[in-house]
């Protein structure tokens, strides 16, 4: 079972260059999230999608957007990268029920120079 | 709001010792509360969770946690570790109303078990 695919693994950016964090589920889950991981910091929600066609803001979302493309699919993009979205990003889905966990991808190492 | 503190960003501990990682949340309203393990360059997985019930809760690889209301803690433990189980532990609390998306992760522990 694939769960959550995440692409690409690693990825270097140069500072104001455009890039699109792919994540794909075959779980059949409605919700999807975006995460960002830094040191010391655990992991913080940028965005999350409820169901297919609704996107929300988490807590970090400034200098991201996303598209839910359909129940599948669910990408991060980052128009204009700077040297603080350095950081590895997650993403996740779950069933949107309560009590429910959410099961992570492998995740994106992402340098931003 | 809801918030978690790992207390420990860093256990060292040699093999067969037992292990406890601690984990203390605040919040206003009931919760649930997770354990997750992210090994080296891997994504976080499950390791248990509390919803209701026995405040006592068995996860995979032989961890265990306990519920504690009154001192709003949710520690993490296990009796004797092995070098496999080094890694990095999340502990993380939702409202009990909520849905994932309410999940609020702590900083992490970083386990190391030596030999």
């Not at chain 2, 504690?68 to 890694?87: C, E, G, M, W, Y």
Request: aromatic share 12%; with cysteine; net charge neutral.
């Amino acid at each position: 079972n694939a769960g959550v695919t995440q692409t690409p693994k690693f990825q270097v950016l140069k500072t104001g260059q455009s890039m699109t964090l792919q994540c794909a589920q075959d779980m059949n889950h409605n919700s999807m999230y975006w995460y960002r991981q830094d040191p010391g910091m655990g992991l913080r929600l940028i965005y999350y999608s409820a169901s297919e066609g609704t996107t929300d803001k988490g807590e970090v979302p400034n200098g991201y957007n996303v598209s839910r493309l359909n129940k599948r699919e669910f990408s991060l993009r980052l128009e204009s990268a700077a040297p603080s979205q350095t950081s590895v990003y997650f993403c996740a889905s779950s069933y949107d029920r309560t009590g429910t966990e959410a099961f992570f991808g492998q995740g994106t190492r992402l340098t931003v120079v | 709001a809801q918030s978690v503190t790992q207390l420990d960003s860093q256990v060292p501990v040699f093999e067969e010792a037992p292990v406890e990682l601690r984990c203390n949340y605040s919040s206003s309203v009931s919760v649930y509360l997770f354990w997750y393990v992210q090994y080296p360059n891997q994504g976080l997985q499950l390791l248990l969770k509390y919803l209701s019930g026995s405040t006592l809760v068995k996860g995979i690889n032989g961890f265990e946690a306990e519920f504690n209301k009154s001192q709003t803690s949710f520690h993490l433990r296990k009796p004797s570790v092995h070098i496999s189980d080094t890694a990095e532990y999340f502990c993380a609390v939702s409202e009990s109303a909520g849905s994932a998306r309410q999940l609020t992760f702590g900083s992490g522990t970083q386990l190391t078990v030596l030999p």
